[in-house]
């Protein structure tokens, strides 16, 4: 609250560490956005540190307005098993069409 009674442009909370010392970052994510609006702040909520790709989800579902995150993260989100066996399937049977 301090930083965003400052005017801070963006507070940027880096869940992962976060994580990695027990503490839940996206619980804190979720208590910036929901004071934040609250009272009003225009500061924005950054997530840094971001690890998985559940980070990703979890932080859009929580309100952040940005993340930070490696590419690897980001990538994963166009990968799903289903997604990839059904699309190898679809292709098996659309090369037996030929």
């Known amino acids: 609250?301090?930083?965003?009674?400052?005017?801070?442009?963006?507070?940027?909370?880096?869940?992962?560490?976060?994580?990695?010392i027990?503490?839940?970052g996206l619980e804190l994510i979720e208590q910036l956005v929901?004071?934040?609006g609250v009272y009003g702040?225009?500061?924005?909520?950054?997530?840094a540190s971001i690890r998985h790709t559940m980070h990703i989800v979890?932080?859009?579902e929580a309100g952040a307005d940005v993340a930070?995150?490696?590419l690897q993260p980001i990538l994963?989100?166009?990968?799903?098993p289903l997604t990839d066996s059904g699309l190898a399937?679809?292709?098996?049977?659309?090369?037996k069409t030929k």
């Open 1 to 20: 609250m301090l930083a965003a009674k400052a005017g801070a442009t963006y507070v940027s909370p880096f869940i992962g560490r976060l994580d990695d």
């Open 22 to 24: 027990s503490f839940d």
């Open 34 to 36: 929901h004071i934040y």
């Open 41 to 47: 702040y225009e500061t924005q909520v950054l997530a």
């Open 58 to 60: 979890k932080c859009a």
């Open 68 to 70: 930070t995150c490696p």
């Open 76 to 80: 994963d989100l166009l990968k799903h």
């Open 89 to 95: 399937k679809f292709l098996s049977d659309a090369s």
